[in-house]
């Protein structure tokens, strides 16, 4: 059973950077489509980003586009969300998830395997 992890978390003033890892154990990631989202109390889980298995550039929303990147290391079987520049509006919980669907997609409902979650919050 495929288990993901995040960390790289914490508090960080605005403008500054953070780089959150997404490692699996269980199974690999190599196949998978991997996707990470954020969510805020009160509000719905929102997708960032995703990085698919075929060779399509990865997916960004709008609001993060510019400032964040998604990269991944099949060897360390981890996912990374490299965020740079950030605002009081990236403050949120950060999750990962994966699929094992082979297109890209920032739709939560559609990724089976998620990891607990790693706090982002953003100081102005």
């Known amino acids: 059973q495929l288990q993901l992890v995040e960390s790289g978390g914490g508090l960080v003033q605005t403008g500054g950077s953070l780089r959150l890892s997404c490692t699996a154990s269980?199974?690999?990631?190599?196949?998978?489509?991997i996707g990470w989202f954020r969510q805020v109390p009160g509000k719905e889980r929102e997708g960032v980003s995703c990085?698919?298995?075929?060779?399509?550039?990865?997916y960004y929303a709008d609001s993060v586009e510019g400032r964040f990147t998604i990269s991944r290391d099949n060897a360390k079987n981890t996912v990374y969300l490299q965020m740079d520049s950030l605002n009081a509006e990236d403050t949120a919980v950060y999750y990962c998830?994966?699929?094992?669907?082979?297109?890209?997609?920032?739709?939560?409902?559609?990724?089976?395997?998620w990891g607990q979650g790693t706090q982002v919050t953003v100081s102005s």
């Open positions: 269980g199974d690999t990631l190599a196949y998978k489509t």
């Open positions: 990085i698919a298995t075929r060779d399509e550039a990865p």
């Open positions: 998830a994966a699929t094992d669907r082979g297109v890209g997609t920032m739709s939560w409902w559609k990724y089976e395997y």
